[in-house]
Nanobody
């Protein structure tokens, strides 16, 4: 199993930066990719950015150029740097780990961290 703990959310003014962290523990070597998702009340959870174990990154079109996903392997932590925040970025942000172990794929989720952008 993998455990994920997000941190770094809060109340931020529009235009400001924020860095979210996702600390992973447990069966780290089984992680194939870690992704950030976000979800607003009443809406579907959407993929924001992902980074694979090989370091490849992928971003939703809506955040390209403003969001950067990175990782610190020594700390087992993935970061989401968010710049030029907009009110529509207000969401709960979730960390997801996709793992493969013994031929079986699994998804693990963190508890989420709230980001609120004031205009």
């Amino acid at each position: 199993q993998v455990q994920l703990v997000e941190s770094g959310g809060g109340l931020v003014q529009a235009g400001g930066p924020l860095r979210l962290s996702c600390a992973a523990s447990g069966r780290i070597l089984s992680i194939n990719a870690i992704s950030w998702y976000r979800q607003a009340p009443g809406k579907q959870r959407e993929l924001v950015a992902s980074i694979t174990s090989g370091g490849s990154t992928n971003y939703a079109d809506s955040v390209k150029g403003r969001f950067t996903i990175s990782r610190d392997n020594a700390k087992n932590t993935v970061y989401l740097q968010v710049n030029s925040l907009k009110p529509e970025d207000t969401n709960v942000y979730y960390c997801n780990a996709r793992t493969r172990w013994g031929g079986t794929w699994n998804d693990y989720w963190g508890q989420g961290t709230q980001v609120t952008v004031s205009s």
